[in-house]
C-alpha cells in the first residue's frame, strides 16, 4: 500500500502526463490517507490538486467545491501564501467557466497577497493573469498597463512575455515615454 506521499507523487505524475481521470482517483485516495493521519493541511493540498484535475476535466463546478474547501482550511491555518494560491488556481477555474469578473477579483486577492508576502514572482504572475482576462475581453489599453505593471516582478520572463516587454518598451518610446 503507497503511502500518502507516494498518491500525492504518483498523482501529480499522472497529471502531468494529462491522464486526468486516474491522476483524480490517486489525489482522492492521498486525501484519505493524509485525514486518515489528521494531516489537514495536506487533505486541503490534495483537495486543490484534485480541484486543478477536475477543471482539467471539465468538471469547473466540482473542481470549485473542492477549492473553496481548501481554501477555508489555509484560512482557518492562517496560511497566507497558500490562501493565495489557492485564489490564484480558482481564478483559473472562474476564468474557464467565463467568469471573467469573478476571476479578476480572485486573481486580485490573491495578487495583493503576494504582494504582502513580498513574493515578486507569484505577485507578478497573477498580474499578468489579471492582464490576460482584461485582453481576452477587449480592453487593450487597460491589459497593456497591467502588463507593463506584472512584468517589473517577474524575474524569468517566459518567450512570450519578453515579446510583450519588448512591445510596451516600442510603445513607450514611439509614445514619447
Same mark, same amino acid.
Given at each position: 500500500?503507497? $503511502? /500518502?506521499?507516494?498518491?500525492?507523487?504518483? !498523482?501529480v505524475a499522472e497529471y502531468l502526463r494529462g491522464d486526468y481521470e486516474l491522476a /483524480?482517483? $490517486?489525489f482522492r485516495a492521498a486525501a484519505a490517507q493524509y485525514e486518515e493521519n489528521d494531516v489537514a493541511d495536506m487533505v486541503a493540498e490534495m483537495q486543490v490538486n484534485l480541484g486543478l484535475t477536475l477543471? %482539467?476535466? *471539465?468538471?469547473?463546478? &466540482? &473542481?470549485?467545491e473542492q477549492m473553496t474547501q481548501a481554501h477555508a482550511v489555509f484560512v482557518r491555518m492562517d496560511d497566507t501564501h497558500? $490562501? /493565495? +494560491?489557492?485564489? *490564484?488556481n480558482m481564478a483559473r477555474v472562474y476564468a474557464g467557466q467565463?467568469? @471573467?469578473e469573478q476571476a479578476i477579483t480572485n486573481y486580485r486577492e490573491a495578487a495583493a497577497i503576494f504582494n504582502e508576502l513580498g513574493d515578486e514572482e507569484n505577485y507578478g504572475q497573477t498580474v499578468l493573469a489579471i492582464a490576460d482576462?482584461?485582453?481576452? %475581453? !477587449? +480592453?487593450v489599453m487597460k491589459a497593456a498597463a497591467t502588463?507593463? &505593471?506584472g512584468l517589473e516582478h517577474v524575474k524569468n520572463p517566459n518567450t512570450r512575455q519578453k515579446l510583450m516587454k519588448k512591445l510596451l518598451g516600442l510603445r @513607450?518610446?514611439?509614445?514619447g515615454g
Open positions: 500500500m503507497p $503511502t /500518502a506521499e507516494e498518491l500525492k507523487d504518483q !498523482g /483524480a482517483e $490517486t477543471h %482539467s476535466l *471539465g468538471q469547473h463546478d &466540482a &473542481a470549485l497558500r $490562501t /493565495a +494560491q489557492v485564489l *490564484g467565463g467568469n @471573467s482576462l482584461q485582453l481576452r %475581453s !477587449g +480592453q502588463y507593463e &505593471a @513607450s518610446r514611439l509614445g
